[in-house]
């Protein structure tokens, strides 16, 4: 199927190796923002989220690091894995309802 | 547990037809979202209903567009006389409450010809 990560910045990491994406948002008014995944022919897929009242938040592997002061959202994905690669999104909102989203980056990672 | 589910996943339509992309959510999800994504975009948000309220339709690109949920549970979104330019993958996504976590749905690719 069509890739969902055409045209995208594109990062390649090697297995085992950390990952970090970059993202930076536009309204410093956001108060929530999440990181999502979305696979070739499937919806996002959320990852992990974060308060404006917080700046950094950490999941399973996952780590989500918010700077407001530069408007920047980063993820880091520890070890990753051939399973991680997709194309990442950062969205934000303000009041937890209809999400902005950010270009998306395409992850590879190579074996 | 099932997930959020659309149909038809692919819709091909001649321009000027009219189409409608149906999303049934995550039951009992209050709140119901559709998104547009053009190919290598992100999502862009196009309306969301509370229930069976339409609260905010600011993302409508035109009044072709038209969305309903008339019970509170499933959702439809038509595009009336289709144009080229209304190609994308249109994914809805439901949360258990208002600010919650949103589920998304694999889409609805539609291709106008």
């Known amino acids: 199927g069509e890739s969902v990560g055409l045209h995208l910045p594109t990062l390649s990491v090697q297995e085992g190796d950390n990952s970090i994406i970059n993202c930076a948002y536009s309204?410093?008014?956001?108060?929530?923002f999440i990181w999502y995944k979305q696979e070739s022919g499937k919806g996002p897929q959320f990852i992990i989220d974060?308060?404006?009242?917080?700046d950094k938040r950490q999941g399973q592997r996952v780590t989500v690091l918010l700077n407001k002061t530069v408007k920047h959202l980063s993820l880091q994905i520890a070890a990753t894995q051939p399973g991680d690669s997709a194309v990442y999104f950062c969205?934000?909102?303000?009041?937890?309802?209809?999400?902005?989203f950010g270009t998306g980056t395409q992850l590879k990672v190579e074996l | 547990g099932a997930g959020v589910s659309q149909s038809p996943r692919y819709k091909v339509a001649k321009r000027g037809q009219d189409v409608a992309l149906r999303c049934d959510p995550i039951s009992g999800h209050v709140s119901l979202f559709w998104y547009q994504q053009a190919l290598g975009q992100g999502p862009e948000f196009l309306t969301y209903?509370?229930?069976?309220?339409?609260?905010?339709k600011s993302g409508l690109p035109s009044d072709r567009f038209f969305a309903e949920r008339p019970e509170g549970s499933v959702s439809t979104l038509k595009i009336q006389r289709t144009q080229q330019e209304d190609s994308a993958v249109y994914l809805c996504a439901s949360s258990l409450s208002p600010a919650g976590e949103q589920y998304f749905g694999p889409g609805t690719r539609l291709t106008v010809t």
């Open positions: 209903f509370q229930n069976e309220a339409q609260l905010d």
């Open positions: 969205a934000e909102s303000l009041g937890g309802n209809k999400l902005t």
């Open positions: 309204n410093s008014a956001s108060d929530y």
């Open positions: 974060i308060r404006s009242n917080m």
